[in-house]
């Protein structure tokens, strides 16, 4: 019977969890509160505000669509009022799909979306050669913490959509600083065009044959699948995260149910991600600054996710992943999730609780470390570098002992690159150990060993599987170049600059909180 | 294949004997041996664990790790003066078939090495209840785990307490390796248990409120390379797991490190790594310790879980005290307090814990 109606009328009950029944209507009811209460009580989302959604195909994310088009609806009671658009990446490439097949999955994505009727931008995957290295550059979002309640966020950000719109009349939305002409550049890097009404016409749908290659030599050159999977899942967010800026979205909607974070935090911290699992599993992710990535649907475990989709007919297309037919034990991913599964089927309330034990988790640095604003990012995954070099009574310094240990020679030196006599004069040709070249000579040599100090840990040892540098897209080569670049400047004129005092730090601009 | 030489720092000199499991690097004996207690000095010496002239009392079972351990902080002492009196602590749970092949393993290295040696025994300490009789009662209840493991846990710390003040010391040391730290972070997630994973992943406890402070020295060695150690060393320890283990929920999360360590071989010292780092609100942390009732330990309730267990256990409600809702715990103990058997015809049950 079920758990809410007395009477037997709907559709036949769903068992969702044992002792809970339901009913088709009261299940409907159910799963719609649910969405709803979630944006709700998190109050996040502002009126008005382009939200991008992405897209993978699959079930859940399918469903946080249907939910946003039924929320959007008039007939619903308190619509939700934000702007929606779907971004849908192509993977097929690295998931070893011909190009025929990517072709096919993209006409099927399609047909779906033409009768979704938001904005979309279909892009590939490949196009991660294309971005600028400004996404890797975290955008800090000054003075946050007085806008206490929603009302005033609300507010500020209306008047901000308001300035946005004096300034650049022409267009809706976009980045009030860049002209019409900047954007159509920047979406043709994306081979997809600017959205003209309702309906949006991707571009070349296929992307060029030469960047394909080169995607999955990167792919092919890494030796695990474990690592495999982080790049993938890095590459993809970087791309989510640039199109989000470069349409103006502020928001982007993830799909992840709980069942999938519940394995995902547990994959997480055996990756070495501890520090991060608030963001990795949180309801919102803010570590970009200007774009947050939320969860919407981190409440749904798989199976009423499965069930919804099924009474209601939610339209989903599969399409393989990269681990789809890998077999078991083939990555830590994997393991983790036969293993969560496995232990659901013999402790049913596995998966809550790890839910539950996620919610507890905070977003602040162990101990109320420095202020965040001032630590260092970290290259790949942006969030705050967790690897403190100086204290070795941690697993890292237990692993960096064994390291020198192991070497017969003393481990090369980071040099300050500070030159010393001088060896050519002026008018010769500038040689790569010459006086003169102001890099510094970790650089020079080992282009690697710069690259990884600007890694968290798990990004640390996800490269040990990467052999080669060279394959990964220019965006992220060059920004590491900037970094080391910045860093042994900074270092030359230690010696000269003060130190900022902690008031500074926490009144950028010189004005104090007035309580 | 012929055997590499050694990568150590002895140059090459001899030919490999092993490969380091975590770092993959071939090497020797002597130089394995020499990196390993270097490993665990360095732990000690950051850590600043063990101050000269401490009183250690080292948590012995008879097995590889704690055997390893004594061997290890007994070498150091030497070579480098550190200025410890190290005594072992064994603690009979009252296991037949298990603890007492174990305890000759243990007497025998007392022995071997002249170190003093206590014995502190449940049945003693605990009013008779020794763990035979504990799963005997605790699975009369059907239809649940017998949970076992919760009750030895926190009654060995406790009786491993009472040992190291009886001899005096100032620190305790236990044989903890990182594959057990890994274990403990995975279990707690899986068990929600957000008080211990906001007070642990570091080196132990300080030492609040009179309880002793303890740590472990060999946390960041992976248990693969304590069993070589002991090998290479031919020390002499005992090896079988224990009657109750198969039933633990750890065995669970001990097959999966297992598989996840074929994936990768680092993901041991990952995982302490996350645990070293873990976040957790401020009402997540457990409230400030305070003193037990009953028995003056360390408690962070009006009971210790050692004295709440116990009640539970003489009161014919093995389970009083795990999972949540503990009422009724202390309220009837006090009124048959007198009575030298309950009701239930089990062993007598003076007070809760027998001071020396």
Redesign the interface.
């Known amino acids: 019977m079920c758990q809410v109606g007395e009477d037997y009328g709907g559709p036949g009950p769903a068992e969702l969890q044992p002792k809970l029944p339901w009913r088709g209507d009261c299940f409907k009811a159910y799963y719609v509160h649910k969405f709803r209460a979630m944006l709700g009580k998190n109050r996040l989302v502002f009126p008005g505000e382009k939200v991008l959604l992405a897209w993978s195909g699959g079930p859940s994310s399918s469903s946080m669509i249907w939910q946003v088009q039924e929320g959007l609806s008039r007939e619903s009671a308190k619509r939700l009022r934000f702007v929606p658009g779907i971004i849908y990446i192509d993977e097929g490439a690295v998931c070893g799909q011909s190009p025929e097949e990517r072709a096919k999955t993209v006409v099927e994505m399609k047909l779906i979306l033409q009768t979704i009727a938001f904005p979309y931008h279909i892009v590939s995957l490949e196009e991660v050669f294309n971005l600028p290295t400004s996404v890797l550059q975290p955008v800090s979002q000054g003075p946050r913490g007085f806008e206490n309640t929603y009302k005033e966020a609300v507010d500020g950000f209306i008047q901000q959509q308001q300035q946005q719109q004096q300034r650049a009349p022409e267009e809706g939305g976009g980045e009030a600083v860049l002209s019409d002409e900047q954007i159509q550049e920047k979406l043709r890097q994306l081979s997809t065009q600017d959205p003209v009404g309702q309906e949006e016409v991707a571009g070349d749908s296929l992307p060029r044959p030469a960047q394909t290659t080169a995607l999955m030599t990167l792919f092919s050159s890494v030796k ?1 699948l ?1 690592a495999r999977e982080e790049l993938l899942q890095t590459l993809r967010a970087h791309l989510i995260l640039h199109v989000a800026r470069v349409q103006g979205y502020t928001k982007v909607m993830l799909g992840d149910s709980c069942t999938r974070l519940a394995i995902k ?2 994959t ?8 991060f ?2 963001w990795d599993t949180g309801f919102s992710d803010d570590r970009h600054g200007d774009v947050v990535m939320l969860r919407p649907m981190r409440d749904y475990t798989l199976k009423e996710i499965a069930f919804y989709n099924r009474m209601f007919g939610v339209p989903s297309v599969f399409t393989p992943a990269i681990d789809t037919k890998a077999p078991e ?4 991913h994997r ?2 999730e036969s ?1 969560i599964l496995r ?1 659901q089927a013999q402790f049913p309330s ?1 998966i809550s ?2 839910y ?2 996620s919610e ?7 101990n109320g470390d420095a202020a965040g604003a001032a630590t260092a990012r970290c290259l790949l995954c942006m969030c705050a570098l ?1 690897i403190d070099s100086t ?9 960096t ?3 020198l ?2 070497k ?1 020679s003393p481990a090369p030196v980071l040099p300050t690159g500070a030159p010393g006599r001088p060896c050519c004069t002026k008018g010769t040709r500038l040689q790569p150990g010459c006086c003169r070249d102001t890099r510094p000579s970790s650089e020079r040599e080992e282009p690697r060993a710069s690259f990884i100090e600007q890694l968290c ?2 990004c640390r ?1 996800n490269m ?1 599987d990467v052999p080669f540098l060279e394959p990964f897209p220019p965006y992220i080569l060059m920004e590491s170049q900037c970094r080391s670049q910045r860093a042994w400047e900074k270092q030359e004129v230690q010696e000269f600059l003060f130190e900022e005092s902690e008031e500074e730090a926490l009144h950028p601009l010189g004005f104090s909180p007035q309580f | 294949m012929p055997v590499p030489r050694c990568s150590g720092p002895c140059g090459g000199v001899r030919p490999a004997a092993l490969r380091r499991p975590r770092t993959g690097g071939a090497v020797c004996r002597s130089c394995f041996c020499n990196a390993f207690e270097a490993e665990v000095l360095s732990t000690l010496q950051t850590g600043r664990l063990l101050p000269p002239g401490a009183v250690v009392a080292v948590g012995a079972s008879g097995g590889k790790d704690s055997t390893v351990l004594a061997h290890v902080l007994r070498a150091l002492d030497a070579r480098h003066g550190l200025a410890l009196d190290l005594h072992l602590v064994a603690v009979d749970e009252g296991i037949g078939g298990y603890r007492d092949a174990a305890l000759a393993a243990v007497r025998r290295q007392a022995g071997r090495w002249r170190l003093p040696l206590t014995v502190v025994a449940y049945a003693d300490l605990f009013g008779g209840w020794t763990m035979d009789e504990v799963a005997r009662r605790a699975a009369q209840e059907p239809g649940r785990a017998r949970a076992c493991c919760t009750f030895c846990g926190v009654l060995r710390r406790r009786a491993l307490e009472e040992g190291a003040q009886r001899v005096g010391a100032t620190h305790i040391v236990t044989g903890h390796n990182a594959d057990d730290m890994a274990e403990t972070v995975l279990m707690n997630f899986l068990r929600g248990d957000s008080g211990r994973l906001a007070r642990g992943g570091t080196l132990g406890s300080p030492g609040e409120g009179g309880a002793l402070p303890r740590c472990r020295p060999l946390q960041f060695a992976s248990q693969k390379e304590i069993v070589l150690y002991a090998h290479f060393q031919e020390l002499d320890y005992f090896s079988e797991e224990c009657v109750y283990a198969p039933e633990a929920f750890r065995g669970h999360v001990r097959d999966l490190l297992k598989a996840l360590e074929a994936a990768r071989p680092s993901v041991v010292l990952d995982l302490v790594h996350s645990a070293e780092r873990l976040a957790l609100a401020p009402a997540a942390r457990p409230p400030p310790p305070g003193a037990c009732t009953r028995c003056g330990a360390l408690s962070s309730r009006s009971l210790c879980q050692a004295c709440a267990l116990l009640d539970g256990l003489n009161r014919g409600r093995p389970r009083l005290a795990i999972g949540k809702g503990r009422k009724g715990l202390g309220e009837e103990g006090e009124k048959q307090s007198c009575t030298s058997k309950d009701s239930s015809g089990g062993p007598s049950r003076a007070g809760a814990i027998q001071a020396f």
Not at chain 1, 268 to 275: E, K
Not at chain 1, 329 to 332: D, F, Q, T, V
Not at chain 1, 391 to 399: L, P
């Open positions: 695990t474990t935090l547990m997480n911290l055996a990756l070495g991600r501890g520090a699992l608030a034990k083939a990555s830590i393991l983790m293993f232990l596995t609780t790890v539950r034990t507890k988790l905070v977003k602040a640095p162990r967790d204290d070795s009574a941690t697993a890292f310094g237990a692993q002992l064994e390291r240990a192991q017969l840990y798990s040892v040990k």
